[in-house]
């Protein structure tokens, strides 16, 4: 089993639609928790942390659920911009990330 | 722009030569990582620099792989015999210590092994 899983994808979904993306981790020890951006052939770029509370950050939310091991991001009234791979990572000596889940947002 | 900067970006080499890639972190940033990535993968964490110590490894790391920070600023990774499944992307990244997690990628450097 991956250390950090995510859903396959691809999402293709049109503008203005709400999106959501989980994600599950094995190491119950982990401790931090992010969404990174990744456009085509471009680097890896933070999105946002992942906190227990919850956090939201414009048209992104983020959650974690520690008791059963998954992370969700949910991004509502996509734009076109939004189309890019999502990763899913989870810290608790280094980084590791998921496979990332591919979003196309259509016109 | 004072981002994270790779060289080469591109870098073709037949099996069983040596390749040294280069990578010159945000300079207020004191950690510096390496990971590869491969198609359709994300990056996979290799190795963890803070200042010019080498603090963690990953057991992707073989003994072709070798890391150095000589001097706590920019960093090489060198692989050795390269094999054909070295072929990926190296990406660099770099932190600092208050917030370590946020951490800036360079454009990487894509590896072709023939």
């Known amino acids: 089993r991956k250390e950090v899983e995510q859903d396959p994808g691809p999402f293709n979904v049109p503008e203005g639609a709400t999106v959501a993306f989980n994600c599950t981790y094995s190491?119950?020890?982990?401790?931090?928790f992010f969404w990174y951006r990744q456009d085509c052939r471009k680097e890896p770029k933070l999105l946002m942390s992942?906190?227990?509370s919850g956090n939201e950050d414009g048209r992104f939310t983020a959650q974690l659920n520690r008791a059963s091991q998954y992370i969700s991001l949910l991004i509502r009234d996509s734009k076109l911009s939004d189309s890019a791979t999502y990763l899913c990572?989870?810290?608790?000596?280094?980084?590791?990330f998921g496979a990332g889940t591919r979003l196309t947002v259509k016109p | 722009d004072t981002g994270v900067s790779q060289d080469p970006r591109h870098k073709i080499t037949k099996r069983g030569q040596n390749v040294t890639f280069r990578c010159d972190p945000i300079?207020?940033?004191?950690?510096l990582y390496w990971y590869r990535q491969t198609l359709g993968q994300g990056p996979e964490f290799l190795t963890y620099?803070?200042?010019?110590?080498?603090?963690?490894k990953s057991r992707l790391l073989s003994d072709r792989f070798s890391a150095e920070r000589p001097k706590g600023s920019f960093s090489t990774l060198e692989i050795q015999r390269t094999e054909q499944g070295d072929s990926a992307m190296y990406l660099c990244?770099?932190?600092?210590?208050?917030?370590?997690?946020?951490?800036?990628f360079g454009p990487g450097t894509r590896l072709t092994v023939t």
């Open positions: 990572v989870v810290n608790k000596n280094d980084m590791r």
């Open positions: 990244a770099s932190s600092d210590d208050i917030w370590a997690y946020e951490q800036y």
């Open positions: 190491n119950s020890a982990s401790q931090s």
């Open positions: 620099f803070q200042n010019e110590a080498q603090l963690e």
């Open positions: 300079s207020e940033h004191n950690r």
């Open positions: 992942v906190y227990s």
